[in-house]
Nanobody
Framework: QAQLVESGGGLVQPGGSLRLACAGSGVNLHYGVGWFRQAPGKEREVVSCFNGNPAVTHYGDSVKGRFIVSEDKGKNEVYLQMNSLKPEDTAVYYC??????????????????WGKGTLVTVSS
């Protein structure tokens, strides 16, 4: 059964860093991973779309220049390095085998799989 599990969330002060991990089983994350977040009372937002080529990773405008996606093919994991964190980055972060760019949906796998999310809180 395909499954994604996020980890690495927690409480961090403004300006700090966190690295989230997305571990896959039953799906090959090298084909691509979407990172999303949803803050309380707000709509879900695309954080990044990774298609296996770091040079063409898509980032949302709100995180561009601060967040970086990388992968460990051997572990079948994709990471979201989050730097210069701001209080407005507070949200539950999800990884998925889909992503959304320009109103269109990208499917990285035949299965539409989402993790359960990990909470990131940026606060002093």
């Amino acid at each position: 059964q395909a499954q994604l599990v996020e980890s690495g969330g927690g409480l961090v002060q403004p300006g700090g860093s966190l690295r989230l991990a997305c571990a896959g089983s039953g799906v090959n994350l090298h084909y691509g991973v979407g990172w999303f977040r949803q803050a309380p009372g707000k709509e879900r937002e695309v954080v990044s779309c990774f298609n296996g080529n770091p040079a063409v990773t898509h980032y949302g405008d709100s995180v561009k220049g601060r967040f970086i996606v990388s992968e460990d093919k051997g572990k079948n994991e994709v990471y979201l390095q989050m730097n210069s964190l701001k209080p407005e980055d507070t949200a539950v972060y999800y990884c998925a085998t889909v992503c959304e760019i320009g109103g269109g949906t990208i499917y990285y796998d035949s299965k539409d799989v989402w993790g359960k999310g990990t909470l990131v809180t940026v606060s002093s």
